[in-house]
């Protein structure tokens, strides 16, 4: 099981882009589907974004055509891009395993706190 860190995030304006990085210290990541969720300012957590191990990609209706999800193998590293960035988006983003979020074992994450 993979030890995720997700880094990337901090404050931007609507409209404006991030990039996300999550990397597996176990160097696992690679072999898994990785999903991108957040959690909410209403507790909530979606599933934002998904990549499995052959490169499928699932979106989010709302982040369609705004966000990408992407995976260097060679950098042991998933990355999603977030384009024209809306409020709502303003969230803690966390990368996952489908069986780790089925566990709830999570990360620290790494907060898209807006723009105030």
């Known amino acids: 099981q993979g030890q995720f860190v997700e880094s990337g995030g901090g404050l931007v304006q609507p409209g404006g882009s991030l990039r996300l990085s999550c990397t597996d210290s176990?160097?696992?990541?690679?072999?898994?589907?990785i999903g991108w969720y957040r959690r909410t300012p209403g507790n909530q957590r979606e599933l934002v974004a998904r990549?499995?191990?052959?490169?499928?990609?699932y979106y989010r209706d709302d982040v369609k055509g705004r966000f990408t999800v992407s995976r260097d193998n060679a950098k042991n590293t998933v990355y999603l891009e977030m384009a024209n960035l809306k409020p709502e988006d303003t969230a803690v983003y966390y990368c996952?395993?489908?069986?780790?979020?089925?566990?709830?074992?999570w990360g620290q994450g790494t907060q898209v706190p807006g723009y105030s």
């Open positions: 996952n395993t489908d069986q780790g979020s089925n566990s709830n074992s």
């Open positions: 990549i499995t191990s052959s490169n499928s990609t």
């Open positions: 176990r160097s696992t990541l690679t072999l898994y589907s």
